[in-house]
Nanobody
Framework: QVQLVESGGGLVQPGGSLRLSCAAS????????IGWFRQAPGKEREGVSCISSSDGSTYYADSVKGRFTISRDNAKNTVYLRMNSLKPEDTAVYYC?????????????????????WGQGTQVTVSS
């Protein structure tokens, strides 16, 4: 069974950093586009960042641009989301998902279309 597992969430003070990991089992991630999403209580799911598989192109939501970095380590079959200068409004459950290599850029908003494979989510709380 295809499985994605997120890890690395936790409680951090404003201005702090976390690195989220999205690891795959039963399939290799390097073929797939990987999207990071988040959902805060009472809010819709939003796309945070996305990385394609063909050329490594990346996308960042305006709210995280300059603070978050998405990257791949194909040897470890893992995609990372490095989050710096965290703000209370970054508090949410963060999810990763995998799908077709072109998923990140084939739509005006990749977060509004269905993705094939999802992880269970990891909680990020930014609070003093």
């Amino acid at each position: 069974q295809v499985q994605l597992v997120e890890s690395g969430g936790g409680l951090v003070q404003p201005g702090g950093s976390l690195r989220l990991s999205c690891a795959a089992s039963k399939f290799t991630l390097d073929y797939y586009a990987i999207g990071w999403f988040r959902q805060a209580p009472g809010k819709e799911r939003e796309g945070v960042s996305c990385i394609s598989s063909s050329d490594g192109s990346t996308y960042y939501a305006d709210s995280v641009k300059g603070r978050f970095t998405i990257s791949r380590d194909n040897a470890k079959n893992t995609v990372y989301l490095r989050m710096n200068s965290l703000k209370p409004e970054d508090t949410a459950v963060y999810y990763c998902a995998a799908d077709d290599p072109s998923k990140c850029f084939a739509y005006s908003d990749y977060a509004q279309v269905a993705w094939d494979y999802w992880g269970q989510g990891t909680q990020v709380t930014v609070s003093s």
